[in-house]
Antibody, heavy 120, light 110 residues
Framework: QVQLVQSGAEVKKPGASVKVSCKAS????????IHWLRQAPGQSFEWMGW????????YYSQKFQDRVTITRDTSASTTYMELRSLKSEDTAVYSC?????????????WGQGTLVTVSS | QSVLTQAPSASGTPGQRVTISCSGN????????VNWYQQLPGTAPKVLIY???QRPSGVPDRFSGSKSGTSASLAISGLRSEDEADYYC???????????FGGGTKLTVL
């Protein structure tokens, strides 16, 4: 069965960086694109960017493009999202999600989410 | 402030039909498909509707989607207690060059 399993919760100080991982299983990792989104407490979703797990091409939201880097390790079937220069407003649950052309590129599987808390 | 606009809450009684609306503009809903997600408390979102009105396998036909102009709707018929969740619309936005979401509608089954 398809699973996306993310790394655990993080607490960071303002100005620091965080790197969240998302390990895929149950499907051919390199055949799909993985997206990263976040959901601040009580808020909706913000899309951050994607990585084509096959060729490594990335595309970022204009809002985050100066601070985020998404990478992947095909040998580990894992994608990573690094967010730099953290601010308190970056406190949120960060999630990876797979898009699937069979459902019109909607996000058909999601990770369990990783809470990142930014606090001094 | 979300790019797509949804009412923050909706409610209905078991068996009733409820509709959740999502309003956008010509850069997002007006030009692109709308997807709908259901998020049950404490769980990851699940895609309910894709390409405006298509249901993934396994999603009951009680759930239906539609789109007209720059607005979209999700209808749930035969409301059940397990439908109590947050519902989000999403679409690609050509101006922002990214996915945008509605603020979410919390559905309460009375």
């Amino acid at each position: 069965q398809v699973q996306l399993v993310q790394s655990g919760a993080e607490v960071k100080k303002p100005g620091a960086s965080v790197k969240v991982s998302c390990k895929a299983s149950g499907y051919t990792f390199t055949s799909y694109t993985i997206h990263w989104l976040r959901q601040a407490p009580g808020q909706s979703f913000e899309w951050m960017g994607w990585i084509n797990a096959g060729n490594g091409n990335t595309y970022y939201s204009q809002k985050f493009q100066d601070r985020v880097t998404i990478t992947r390790d095909t040998s580990a079937s894992t994608t990573y999202m690094e967010l730099r220069s953290l601010k308190s407003e970056d406190t949120a649950v960060y999630s990876c999600a797979r898009d699937n052309v069979k459902v019109g590129a909607a996000f058909d599987y999601w990770g369990q989410g990783t809470l990142v808390t930014v606090s001094s | 402030q979300s790019v797509l606009t949804q009412a923050p809450s909706a409610s209905g009684t078991p068996g009733q039909r409820v509709t959740i609306s999502c309003s956008g503009n010509s850069s997002n809903i007006g030009r692109n498909y709308v997807n709908w997600y259901q998020q049950l408390p404490g769980t990851a979102p699940k895609v309910l509707i894709y390409r405006n009105n298509q249901r993934p396998s396994g999603v009951p036909d009680r759930f239906s989607g539609s789109k007209s102009g720059t607005s979209a709707s999700l209808a749930i018929s035969g409301l059940r207690s397990e439908d109590e969740a947050d519902y989000y619309c999403a679409a690609w936005d050509d101006s922002l060059s990214g996915w945008v979401f509605g603020g979410g509608t919390k559905l309460t089954v009375l």
